[in-house]
T-cell receptor
Framework: GAVVSQHPSWVICKSGTSVKIECRSL??????MFWYRQFPKQSLMLMAT?????????EQGVEKDKFLINHASLTLSTLTVTSAHPEDSSFYIC???????????FGPGTRLTVL | KQEVTQIPAALSVPEGENLVLNCSFT??????LQWFRQDPGKGLTSLLL?????REQTSGRLNASLDKSSGRSTLYIAASQPGDSATYLC????????????FGTGTRLKVLA
């Protein structure tokens, strides 16, 4: 149980385009979802926390107008990177919590490359 | 501000060795601490979760301990195997009312056959 999927697993896009990444909890209802970013050989940095039906809470330094997060249902959250630039190239990982929010279950990640 | 550090940053050992990975955090007010494994280009696999009231957790060849007062956790891997080669991350959930995890810097482990 507690499986989280992400789609796509990798994406290559041109500079200036927008990219949407989906995060789904497959076998449980996720009251809270988290989006992380990981640069090569670095650790995960939390970008934002999203609760179903409400606006996401962004970490300091993360542009909310650039990284749009929607958590429309208890099993789906999306991250849209708007007007992507090469510096947005990174590994994006989502996680989901259920109920007690005591443990997070992580998705497999999405590799974004902006040319 | 909570900071999580892992030592060593990289480790290379021969197969069969027992080894210890270290994680330290600056603020002892945490809900729990979790150890993860990450293979290159992949997501995270949860290894062990230790609640703040617990001292250790075990799963197979893995044993994780938590000393909240000193801000330390260790991950012990017994009889290491080449398949254990990966990056190991620890993460703490601060007792701040939010649910976010703060990740350590990671230890890149290579077990040589």
């Amino acid at each position: 149980g507690a499986v989280v999927s992400q789609h796509p697993s990798w994406v290559i896009c041109k500079s200036g385009t927008s990219v949407k990444i989906e995060c789904r909890s497959l076998d449980f209802q996720a009251t809270t979802m988290f989006w992380y970013r990981q640069f090569p050989k670095q650790s995960l940095m939390l970008m934002a926390t999203s609760n179903e039906g409400s606006k996401a809470t962004y970490e300091q330094g993360v542009e909310k107008d650039k990284f749009l997060i929607n958590h429309a249902s208890l099993t789906l959250s999306t991250l849209t990177v708007t007007s992507a630039h090469p510096e947005d190239s990174s590994f994006y990982i989502c996680s989901a919590s259920r109920g007690s929010v005591n443990e997070q279950f992580f998705g497999p990640g999405t590799r974004l490359t902006v040319l | 501000k909570q900071e999580v550090t892992q030592i060593p940053a990289a480790l290379s050992v021969p197969e069969g060795e027992n080894l210890v990975l270290n994680c330290s955090f600056t603020d002892s007010a945490i809900y729990n601490l979790q150890w993860f494994r990450q293979d290159p280009g992949k997501g995270l696999t949860s290894l062990l979760l230790i609640q703040s009231s617990q001292r250790e957790q075990t799963s197979g060849r893995l044993n994780a301990s938590l000393d909240k007062s000193s801000g330390r956790s260790t991950l012990y891997i017994a009889a290491s195997q080449p398949g254990d080669s990966a990056t190991y991350l620890c993460a703490v959930r601060p007792y701040t009312g939010t649910y976010k995890y703060i990740f350590g810097t990671g230890t890149r482990l290579k077990v040589l056959a």
